[in-house]
C-alpha cells in the first residue's frame, strides 16, 4: 500500500514559478512509475509528465520546456518544476505511483491568475 501527498501547490502570477511535491510512503518507492496527472472541472484528467523507476523522463506538448519532474529515492519524493506559468496550467495537480496497481494522491490545486 502507497499513499502519496502532494504540496507546493498555490496562487502564482503568469509568468511565475512553482515546485510539486509528492511524498511517497512504503518502501520499495524507486520500483515506482510515477507521474504528474492534472484535471480541471468538467474536463479529464490529462498526463502531464512521467518519470520511470529508472529516471526517464517524457513530456505533454503543452509543458515541453517549461516543467521538469524528477524523483529523490532516497526521500521517496517526487517533483514537477513549473515555470513560465499560465492560466492555462490553473488545475488541480495529482501524483500518481504505479508498480502493478495504481495509486493517487489528493491533489494539490495551482491557480494561475494576476
Known amino acids: 500500500q502507497v499513499q502519496l501527498v502532494e504540496s507546493g501547490g498555490g496562487l502564482v502570477q503568469p509568468g511565475g514559478s512553482l515546485r510539486l511535491s509528492c511524498s511517497a510512503s512504503g518502501s520499495r518507492f524507486n520500483l515506482y512509475a510515477m507521474a504528474w496527472y492534472r484535471q480541471v472541472p468538467g474536463k479529464q484528467r490529462e498526463l502531464v509528465a512521467v518519470?520511470?523507476?529508472?529516471?526517464?523522463?517524457n513530456y505533454a506538448d503543452f509543458v515541453k520546456g517549461r516543467f521538469t519532474i524528477s524523483r529523490d529515492n532516497a526521500n521517496n519524493t517526487m517533483y514537477l518544476q513549473m515555470n513560465s506559468l499560465t492560466p492555462d496550467d490553473t488545475a488541480v495537480y495529482y501524483c500518481?505511483?504505479?508498480?502493478?496497481?495504481?495509486?493517487w494522491g489528493q491533489g494539490t490545486q495551482v491557480t494561475v491568475s494576476s
Open positions: 518519470i520511470t523507476s529508472g529516471s526517464s523522463t
Open positions: 500518481y505511483a504505479r508498480r502493478n496497481l495504481v495509486y
